[in-house]
């Protein structure tokens, strides 16, 4: 089993970048694809980005496409979430997640393991 804990969210201003890291815990670590997934208040988990830690697969949700970017760093065991251009909607709490098999996963209930999250406020 691994765990996931992640951090570098914040308060910030329509337009500022926040990178998130998500960092890997567990021998079985390489097993697991890795997802960002958000919450706003009010409203259901949604996909974000995900990756492979092979980076053969990637994928992201479309509104936010071309503004964020996910990475991962094998050696640190970290996942990050580069988030540029940010606008009031991303306002949520942001969960790392990992399925096991690695699958390109958008349903957050095909997640196996979940962090804690991490808030991200962005003000007009």
């Known amino acids: 089993q691994v765990q996931l804990a992640e951090s570098g969210g914040g308060l910030v201003q329509a337009g500022d970048s926040l990178r998130l890291a998500c960092v890997v815990s567990?021998?079985?670590?390489?097993?697991?694809?890795m997802g960002w997934f958000r919450q706003a208040p009010g409203k259901e988990r949604e996909f974000v980005a995900f990756v492979s830690w092979s980076e053969d697969n990637m994928r992201y949700a479309d509104s936010v496409k071309g503004r964020f970017t996910i990475s991962r760093d094998i050696d640190e065991r970290t996942v990050y979430l580069q988030m540029n251009s940010l606008k009031p909607e991303d306002t949520a709490v942001y969960y790392c997640?990992?399925?096991?098999?690695?699958?390109?996963?958008?349903?957050?209930?095909?997640?196996?393991?979940w962090g804690r999250g991490t808030q991200v406020t962005v003000s007009p």
């Open positions: 997640a990992g399925n096991w098999g690695s699958r390109i996963e958008v349903r957050h209930t095909m997640y196996d393991v």
């Open positions: 567990g021998r079985t670590y390489r097993a697991y694809g």
